[in-house]
């Protein structure tokens, strides 16, 4: 609030200036030359023209992105990257519609020639995939097997985004999960596989999604490979999240119960990209996504409004 009222004449004089300054973009100086006063009469008048209420900022963040929270959330877990996401419902598909839609702004963003991307699969990366414009020409390598719908599956990511960027996609024509280690072996010896497994050592920047186990929001947990015996071992050992085929416990850390039945790269692997970027939202994934923060493969975030709130409300 205004500390006192200014005159007529002041008026005059400071919004002439703050106008000449912010609105016209003048110097100081030239708006010194006009008034006839000295420069440093002029920073005190703009000063005066913030204080007297002649001049009020507002700072907006423009479009779906919460800045504000962004920042918070940022800041509360140590990350490099946090894009929270105001979205006009919690409806899963919308929540992913909109997030896709941001991670997509987000990858043209900060991709440069140099990167090379590597991806899991998802629904909400999915939807990235197929809104991905204006890429720099760059290797995408798929870090992990199919895992569940045909229309989410890295094999149909990894192609939109290769597409888009102009480069040479690494696939993994293969399943996340084999059904014994025997099987899983024989897959990683194919020469394709193996191709394939020698780019994630080069991966510079990765887009993963986060599935929920408890309560189930996650492809791989729903995976035909798996037998009911298997989910019930894997919730006794506290199994709440995957990323990729990483599954981790409640505290964020590997339960490797799996390991050598998966198609995919493992939590060394993912520990070793430069930075990892979780994409992940809706009403469910809570707990996965905590999760997920905890285990330190994740170093960056895209995610919902609600989500990113709970997770603030979260005890440290």
């Not at 703050?18 to 003048?26: I, K, L, S, T």
């Not at 204080?51 to 920042?71: E, H, M, N, T, Y």
């Not at 050992?237 to 505290?251: E, I, S, T």
Request: proline share 6%; aromatic share 4%; with cysteine.
């Amino acid at each position: 609030m205004p500390s006192r009222t200014p005159g007529p004449d002041e008026v005059v004089r400071l919004v002439y200036a703050a106008r000449q300054y912010y609105v016209e973009g003048r110097t100081r100086v030239e708006i010194a030359d006009r008034l006839g006063v000295s420069r440093f009469k002029v920073a005190r008048m703009l000063e005066n023209a913030t204080k007297l209420g002649v001049v009020r900022f507002q700072i907006a963040s423009p479009g779906p992105v919460d800045a504000d929270l962004s920042l918070a959330l940022r800041e509360r877990f140590g990350l490099r990257r946090a894009v929270v996401v105001r979205t006009p419902t919690q409806d899963p598909p919308t929540v992913q519609e909109h997030l896709g839609e941001v991670a997509a702004g987000l990858l043209s963003e900060i991709l440069e020639p140099e990167d090379v991307v590597g991806m899991t699969a998802g629904r909400t990366l999915s939807q990235m995939a197929s809104r991905v414009r204006n890429l720099p020409r760059v290797q995408v390598v798929q870090l992990a097997g199919v895992a569940g719908f045909r229309q989410a599956t890295g094999v149909e990511v990894i192609r939109r985004v290769s597409t888009a960027a102009g480069g040479r996609a690494w696939n993994l024509f293969a399943p996340i999960l084999a059904s014994d280690p025997a099987a899983a072996e024989a897959i990683r010896r194919q020469p394709e596989t193996q191709a394939t497994f020698q780019q994630f050592p080069r991966v510079t920047l990765a887009l993963v999604a986060i599935g929920s186990w408890v309560p189930p929001d996650s492809e791989f947990a729903t995976n035909s490979a798996l037998s009911a015996d298997d989910r019930k071992r894997l919730l006794a050992a506290g199994v709440r999240a995957d990323v990729g085929a990483v599954l981790l416990d409640g505290d964020g850390k590997p339960v490797d119960l799996l390991r050598d039945r998966c198609v995919a790269i493992d939590a060394a692997g993912l520990a070793g990209i430069n930075e990892v970027i979780g994409v992940a939202g809706g009403e469910f994934k809570t707990d996965a996504v905590r999760a997920a923060l905890d285990s330190g493969l994740l170093n960056s975030l895209v995610s919902d409004k609600a989500l990113a709130e709970r997770l603030m409300g979260l005890p440290s």
